[in-house]
């Protein structure tokens, strides 16, 4: 995969990208981070005359290849479980959705949020948290595997669509709120991070935006509740299971004795329906709470504030946290996931040793980039190739190179 070559006069970040025919929102908050005065991209570009730079970002995001490999990325659930479950991609949409809808009632921009949602699992391997553990491992001479400094890597480098650069090119705003949607990064950084931080300054000490920072606690409610449906309709545990869960217990027994007879389909949809709902009640309150004691008058008052401005209440947060403690127990550590798990690792693990033994087994592009059998340059390019993968085409590649299937 040859490097693209920028114009050599394409150097620095270009400041305001507003079109001339983009209309911004009426009414934003002061704190909202402002498409008008991004920081820019990397490289010079004209900009769209209809779309603001953020909706420009999201743009890119949907049409990349990282991103349509999602939809074969699965979170617990592998691919022969069954069409129903959730997948990588069907997670960032509801996170999107989400983070827009958050985004619009606290008068923030919109697109961002939705941009920083759909982006946020792009860095993901193959086979869920377990893949990402076994890659980790295997690495762990080269500093190891984190998907949102890969998340990065890819929308800086690995992503090749256009013929002056490498990566999307994305604004300060979106490769920020990507990094740091979960807060600040301040010890052991991970390498594709510090190395592009050197070139860019992310500011990695301070909190983002806010429209990373609902993009963040979005995720946090998706996944909660689409694990516990999942888990439900794949018969890991059962409605009467989740009776004295933490948080949805209440909304158990509350649908039950509404709807005593109701279908396990509709009993769901109720019990997603009804926790979600207090969830986004209970930040939005505590988030209008936090910024009226906080009032922060810029987009840079919010990255000084020394704490994230959007949260749940404590009280709220305690009972999530237990919650995912529950979901934790019942469903990824269920005997069924943990026999598919396991053998999944597998799967990244003897790739990894393939590819890093023999590079000759990569496609020729990929090839090129490496360095001796073994060494280090080696071992970053194969992680790089196996990170990409989707479960389908991990199992494909152990197929060929084992000559034999592997099920899951």
Known sequence: ????????????????????LFVAPAHRAPFATLAENSRGRYFAEDESPTRSCYQRD???????????RLKHKTQVFVQHEGDYYRTRLTHSLEVAQIARSLARVLAVDEDLAETVALAHDMGHTPFGHSGEEALSAVTAHIGGFDHNAHALRLVTKLEHRYADFDGLNLTWETLEGLVKHNGPLKDRLPQPIASFNVRWNLELASWPGI???????ADDIAYVNHDMDDGLRAGLFT??????APLAGAHVA????RYPDLEL???VGELIRTLMSELLDDLLRQTKADLARVLPESVAAVRASGAALVAFSPDMAAKLVALKKFLFAHMYRHPRVIASMTRAKAVVTDLFEAFSTDPGLLP?????LCGAAGD????GVVRDYIAGMTDRFALAEYARIFHTEISL
Not at 8 to 17: A, H, N, T
Not at 58 to 68: G, K, L, N, V
Not at 211 to 217: F, M, R
Not at 364 to 368: E, G, I, K, V
């Open 1 to 20: 995969m040859p490097a693209a070559k920028a114009p050599p006069d394409v150097k620095k970040p270009i400041g305001r990208l507003t079109g001339p």
């Open 58 to 68: 999201r743009d890119r995001i949907i049409h990349s290849t990282a991103f349509r």
């Open 211 to 217: 429209e990373a920072q609902i993009a963040a606690l």
């Open 239 to 244: 409605t009467a299971d989740l009776t004295d």
């Open 254 to 257: 509350a649908v039950a004795a």
């Open 265 to 267: 389909s509709r009993f």
């Open 364 to 368: 020729p592009d990929w090839t090129a």
């Open 376 to 379: 280090a340059a080696t071992a």
